[in-house]
Each structure stands twice: as structure tokens, then as C-alpha cells.
């Protein structure tokens, strides 16, 4: 697609209810990030997948906290058991591969819109 | 581990200029981004520095100094439009992975 495109914009769950945050990436990227956004704070790095490597999962806050990445495209951010800490914006983005060490390319990261999740 | 510190917030006047800093620390350094990022909605991409020196970009420029862990980001001829946060990134290689940090943005507001 032209864009990164994340489903759902906003949910409202209840605390203790699980809930799957989906991100469709820019066709043809193999990079692609979760980040989670807090309000008024920082981007918070989650989990980082690159082609068909294992991901980099060192960012998930917890073990209720999953993701997958299927045929290398559709990604999807799953957590269980929410609680109201959770609730944040998700932000997923997209790039072409970031290169090797010392690459000039910026491989620049192409955010979508978030998908922002309110835990009641 | 990686740090990355920036002032939390600034404001400028309309027309002035502006100098936001970023300071990092971290091994396998691999370029350093700014990006802008307007309230509720995502970040987009500034600039993009590998090498020391300066990068200018129309009325934005970035600075880098790796031996230092320094980087800056100046906007000049401010614009009301220019009131954003503006998040410095570092990407660093590690175990075979680029990972790209995040700092926690400083939030501009210009003023008329």
C-alpha cells in the first residue's frame, strides 16, 4: 500500500480482557518496528522485525506482550490480560531493510497513524 | 545499554532561530535521526546524520559529532507550524540487528 496502515484506530477494552493491534506495512519494507507512545512522553521501542530473522524482542515490557509477523508483511501486536498501564498509543513503522553496520542509506522509518488503546 | 538525553522543553519566538540538542550514548553507532512530530498524530522524518558535520535541509539542518555523542538540530526562521515535538533517534548495530532508540522529544512552542 502507499502507507502503513494500523487497525484499530482507537479500543476500549476492560482491564483483564486481551486485544490484537494490527500493522500492514508499506509493501516491499522488511524492516518493521512497534513502538508504544505514552501521553506526552517518548517513543517506547517494543519489538523489531527484519526479513526472516528472528525478531528483537528486547523491548517487550512483559510477557503478556506478544507479536508476529506473518509471510513477512502483516505484523500483529497481541497482549494479554490488559491492564491500565497498557494504554498508550502503539505505533507501527516501516522501512527497507536499515543495512549493515555503516551503511550511507537512511532506510527512513515510515510511521503509521497508531492505534491508540484505552484500558478501563 | 543506550541513552539518549534531550531537553525536555523550549519555545522560540516566530522568525527566531532555534538550536535543540541531543546527546547520546551507545555502541555500534549507525546514523542518527530527528524526527517532528505534531500532537496525536505519528512522527515524521527530518534529517538523517552518519558522518560528523553539518546537513542542511531548507530552513532545517543537523549537526552530528560522533567523538563527542552530540547532535543538533537547528530551525531557523521559525514558523507557528514549527510548534512540535522533535525526537532525536539513534540506530546502533548489535548482534546483527539495527535497532533504532528513541529519546523522549523535546516539545517546541513558538510563539508570535
Known amino acids: 500500500g502507499a502507507g502503513v496502515s494500523q487497525s484499530p484506530s482507537n479500543k476500549v477494552t476492560e482491564k483483564g480482557k486481551d486485544v490484537e493491534l494490527r500493522c500492514d506495512p508499506i509493501s516491499g519494507h522488511t524492516a518493521l518496528y512497534w513502538y508504544r507512545q505514552s501521553l506526552g512522553q517518548g517513543l517506547e521501542f517494543l519489538i523489531y522485525f527484519q526479513g526472516n530473522s528472528a525478531p528483537d524482542k528486547s523491548g517487550l515490557p512483559s510477557d503478556r506482550f506478544s507479536a508476529e509477523r506473518t509471510g513477512g508483511s502483516v505484523s500483529t501486536l497481541t497482549i494479554q490480560r490488559t491492564q491500565q498501564e497498557d494504554s498508550a498509543v502503539y505505533l507501527c513503522?516501516?522501512?527497507?531493510?536499515?543495512?549493515?553496520?555503516?551503511?550511507?542509506?537512511?532506510?527512513?522509518?515510515?510511521f503509521g497513524a497508531g492505534s491508540r488503546l484505552t484500558v478501563l | 545499554g543506550q541513552n539518549i538525553d534531550q531537553p525536555t522543553e523550549m519555545t522560540a519566538t516566530e522568525g527566531a532561530i532555534v538550536q535543540i540538542n541531543c546527546t547520546y550514548q551507545t555502541s555500534g553507532f549507525n546514523g542518527l535521526f530527528w524526527y517532528q512530530q505534531h500532537a496525536g498524530e505519528a512522527p515524521t522524518f527530518l534529517s538523517y546524520n552518519v558522518l560528523d558535520g553539518l546537513e542542511e535541509k531548507g530552513r532545517f539542518s543537523s549537526f552530528l559529532s560522533r567523538s563527542k555523542g552530540y547532535s543538533y538540530l537547528l530551525l531557523k526562521e521559525l514558523q507557528m507550524k514549527d510548534s512540535a515535538s522533535y525526537l532525536c533517534a539513534v540506530r546502533s548495530f548489535s548482534g546483527g540487528y539495527n535497532k533504532l532508540i528513541f529519546g523522549a522529544g523535546t516539545r517546541l512552542a513558538v510563539h508570535p
Open positions: 513503522a516501516s522501512s527497507l531493510s536499515l543495512g549493515g553496520q555503516g551503511a550511507k542509506g537512511a532506510n527512513v522509518l515510515t
